[in-house]
């Protein structure tokens, strides 16, 4: 089970962190991602972490602003997003697979399809 935290409001240009905290099975075996659906729109691969944190991985969209993190003593994955951009807003997912996916063994683009299980998402909403 994962239980998302930290959505909300915010100016353009500021900053927000969101926290997951897993629960139930063994949270280093799994890799971690963040997810976005913004309104009207297809849900789409934010970032992600392997399993002991040495990899990270962005859409080209958020890089340079975002990081993600893991605590695996703590179970919980986070995202730090910064500069933050009126297209930031979305719905945000952590998510979670068991899998080795394609674009860590090859360098292609990551997608969405590879996790198995899903947060509630929450809204994070970026004023202009």
């Known amino acids: 089970q994962l239980q998302a935290s930290g959505g909300g409001l915010v100016q353009a240009g500021g900053s927000l962190r969101r926290s997951c905290a897993s629960s139930?099975?063994?949270?280093?075996?799994?890799?971690m991602g963040w997810l976005r659906q913004a309104p009207g729109k297809e849900r789409d691969f934010v970032a992600a972490?392997?399993?002991?944190?040495?990899?990270?991985y962005f859409a080209d969209s958020v890089k340079g602003r975002f990081t993600i993190l893991r605590d695996n003593a703590k179970n919980t994955v986070y995202l730090q997003m910064n500069s933050l951009k009126p297209e930031d807003t979305a719905v945000y997912y952590c998510?979670?697979?068991?899998?080795?996916?394609?674009?860590?063994?090859?360098?292609?683009?990551?997608?969405?399809?590879?996790?198995?299980?899903w947060g509630q998402g929450t809204l994070v909403t970026v004023s202009s």
């Open positions: 998510a979670a697979t068991g899998q080795v996916p394609q674009w860590v063994v090859d360098g292609t683009t990551p997608g969405v399809e590879v996790f198995e299980f």
């Open positions: 139930g099975g063994t949270f280093s075996s799994y890799l």
């Open positions: 972490i392997t399993w002991s944190g040495g990899s990270t």
